[in-house]
Structures are given as C-alpha cells and as structure tokens.
C-alpha cells in the first residue's frame, strides 16, 4: 500500500512568489491534515480536511495561505505572497474514518523563502 | 488538551530496553495518550496509543499508571534505528478527536 506522498520534496522560492505543495494521502482515507514546523519551533497543525470539507481550520496562520481538496482526493496548499517566516517542513497527514485512528504522515516539503 | 511533560533527552545502549517517560497530570477521562516518533528528515510516525489498560504492538510497549498521570513508552531492545525524537500527545474531546498537538518531545539517542 502507497503511503502518504509530498510533492515536491524540496522547494526554493523568493519572498513574494507563491508556492504550492502537493498531498497524495493514502488511498480511502477520508481525513487529511496539514501540519508544519517553522525553524526551531514545535510541529503545529494548520488544518484538517474530511473528504472535501475543511472541518478545522483553526491552525492556519493567515489569509495567505489557502488550502484545497477538491473532490475529496488529494490536497493543495497553497503559500501567496511567500514571506521569510514561512520557511519551514511542511506535513500532511492521513488517517481513515474514525475518531482515534492514527494518522498517517508523508515526508514533508522543506519549504525556503529567501 | 492536556499538556505534557517529557524530558528533552535520553540515551540508550543498542539492544537495551529504552524507557521513555511522560507526565500529563491533567488528562481527562476521555483523553487517550498517544505516541508518535520522528526520524531525522523523515514525517511523524505513529507508535502507539492507549486510555487506561497497558498496550503492546509490534513496535512498542505502553504503560500507563492507574491514575493515568504518567505513561512510560518501553523499547524493549533498542536498535540504532529507533535514534529519534519521541512525542507524547494527549488527544481528546477539545480537539474535536482529530488535531495532534506536538510538543518538543525527548530525543533518544540509542549507541552501539
């Protein structure tokens, strides 16, 4: 079974440019979340998806970041305009239907603003 | 959700039983205690979880006192492989189930 896939793996932008990542979660799964962490501090959540639906986006930090799930597949993540303090690892995360069922992370994007 | 505390680094000798505290000494009834792990460069990955009764896997073991203030996360024969930071995470009903909150986590460094 396919795991949790990121794309891209590694990505270099400038400040001000947008940048878009990519979820793969595992096929079936109906939750997808997104987690990240900025240079030094904790892994923090951003949001977390069922199916389509965004069902919590308490953890996103403002309105340049966007996140979408269209048809209920895989997600997008959305950074625009890029700033400096958005450099970070950022996770997605999968898990099945169910409240206590782990999830599921892929590998992270290392996301650099310069 | 309930905070945790955990020491922010341990050492093992390969093949010893690694025993990994956490303290979290407001957790509520409906909390389960969960373990993740992260390999350097590598996502979260789960290791176990539990509410009150100890629980064992493949990968570990979970002890959690009766009072439910501390849990312990046993290795039982470490591997160089197992070098890692561990999470404790409390999740629950404030998090709507679904959000893990990680704190710093312990370091384990496991040597030949």
């Known amino acids: 079974e396919a795991g949790v896939t990121q794309f891209p793996s590694h990505s270099v932008i400038e400040k001000g440019q947008t940048v878009t990542l990519r979820c793969d979660p595992i096929?079936?799964?109906?939750?997808l979340y997104w987690y990240r962490r900025v240079m030094g501090k904790e892994i923090k959540f951003l949001l977390h998806?069922?199916?389509?639906?965004?069902?919590?986006e308490s953890g996103m930090p403002n309105n340049r970041f966007l996140a979408e799930r269209t048809g209920g597949t895989y997600s997008t993540l959305k950074v625009q305009p890029a700033e400096l303090e958005d450099s970070g690892v950022y996770f997605c995360?999968?898990?099945?239907?169910?409240?206590?069922?782990?999830?599921?992370f892929g590998p992270g994007t290392r996301l650099t603003v310069l | 959700d309930a905070k945790t505390t955990q020491p922010p680094s341990m050492d093992c000798a390969e093949g010893r039983a690694a025993n990994l505290p956490c303290n979290h000494s407001?957790?509520?009834?409906?909390?389960?205690v969960y373990w993740y792990r992260q390999i350097h460069s590598q996502g979260p990955q789960y290791i176990i979880h539990?509410?009150?009764n100890n629980e064992t896997n493949e990968m570990a073991s979970l002890i959690i006192t009766e009072d439910r203030k501390s849990s312990t996360l046993i290795l039982p024969h470490a591997t160089l492989r197992d070098t890692a930071v561990y999470y404790c995470?409390?999740?629950?009903?404030?998090?709507?189930?679904?959000?893990?909150?990680f704190g710093k986590g312990t370091m384990l460094l496991v040597s030949p």
């Open positions: 998806f069922v199916k389509e639906s965004k069902q919590d």
């Open positions: 995470i409390v999740r629950g009903l404030n998090s709507g189930y679904s959000t893990l909150t």
């Open positions: 407001t957790i509520s009834g409906n909390e389960y």
């Open positions: 096929s079936g799964h109906d939750n």
């Open positions: 539990g509410l009150k």
């Open positions: 995360a999968s898990s099945p239907t169910g409240s206590y069922n782990e999830q599921f």
